[in-house]
């Protein structure tokens, strides 16, 4: 077996950060909830970058439906719980690294879980669980890195002192406790999302819109691939290294769109133009939901 050396694993890294900021990427820590697509490739970023410790926490196991996106599914990890087999799989690149890992019961921890680390990633498409992280997070004083349900990649990061994502797009979840949500409310966020995505976003040129309709009306599962799913949680992880080496990020609490069919980034429209494009878009949304 090759022995591992943390100096030598990282030496590639110079040119992009210093010696002093590799030596904090070293010394920090990232709590991913939810592993999976996004997540996984937001943790293979952090983990080849160096980032000493990670927090991991998923509820679920590993299926063959997420081999054609998620970076720590394969054949062999299959039926593994997703948490535990993305940390033996990290551990093969930095086996001195620090990974933390949990399952259903992180919820029990989440005081502990943020604050002890540095940056929070929103891994998961659970609405019950975004919104513990994000309240958690605001309390805590941390930032939240996360991405919108989009067919293009997006990323997005949350400080304490911004709107959380159920205050900026009018979530009838407010006041509510995270694990006191009905039906009704996860469709009116999935809804209000699905608005926001399609109104600052080209996103509905690239994407059957039959079957977007199926997933906002909750009969169909979340489409995903590969290329979107990995660039998305590239994005993230780079937006966490930003917050741990104390650069400036590339994103704000809005976020933007990566198009990568035309090469060009989607940024939030002007208020007038949105306020104009949103009444079409409902009209657009509810013909979907009708057929």
């Known amino acids: 077996m090759t022995d591992f050396s ?3 694993f990282t030496t590639r890294n110079f040119g992009f950060v210093t010696e002093v900021e590799q030596v904090a990427l070293r010394d920090s820590c990232v709590f991913v ?31 063959v439906s997420n081999l054609n996106r998620q970076l720590f599914a394969t054949l062999k990890t299959v039926d593994q719980d997703k948490a535990m087999a993305t940390r033996d799989q990290c551990l093969q690149i930095n086996s001195e690294a620090k990974i933390e890992v949990l399952g259903a019961d992180w919820s ?69 406790g995270w694990n006191a949500l009905t039906q009704d409310m996860n469709a009116a966020a999935s809804a209000a999302e699905a608005e926001y995505v399609l109104t600052h976003s080209s996103s509905r040129h690239h994407v059957d819109l039959a079957l977007a309709g199926e997933v906002i009306a909750g009969t ?53 133009v949105a306020a104009v494009m949103r009444p079409l878009v409902r009209r657009q949304m509810n013909r979907l939901l009708a057929s």
């Open 33 to 63: 909830c939810g592993t999976g697509g996004m997540g996984g490739s937001a943790i293979m970023n952090l983990i080849r970058a160096g980032v000493g410790r990670l927090i991991l926490a998923d509820l679920d196991s590993f299926e």
């Open 108 to 176: 029990d921890h989440v005081d502990r879980l943020v604050e002890e680390a540095d940056v929070v990633i929103n891994g998961t498409d659970d609405l019950a669980a975004s919104l513990l992280l994000y309240r958690t997070a605001r309390a805590k004083a941390r930032t939240v890195i996360d991405a919108y349900a989009s067919p293009l990649p997006s990323v997005y990061v949350t400080t304490p002192g911004d709107p959380m994502p159920e205050e900026r797009l009018a979530y009838p979840t407010q006041g509510t």
């Open 6 to 8: 943390y100096q030598e």
């Open 220 to 272: 169909r599962s979340r489409m995903s691939f590969a290329p979107m799913v990995i660039m998305a949680g590239t994005l993230m992880g780079g937006e966490a290294l930003n917050a741990v080496l104390g650069r400036p990020h590339g994103a704000d609490f809005r976020g933007w769109f990566l198009n990568p069919h035309s090469g060009r980034i989607e940024r939030p429209l002007p208020g007038l």
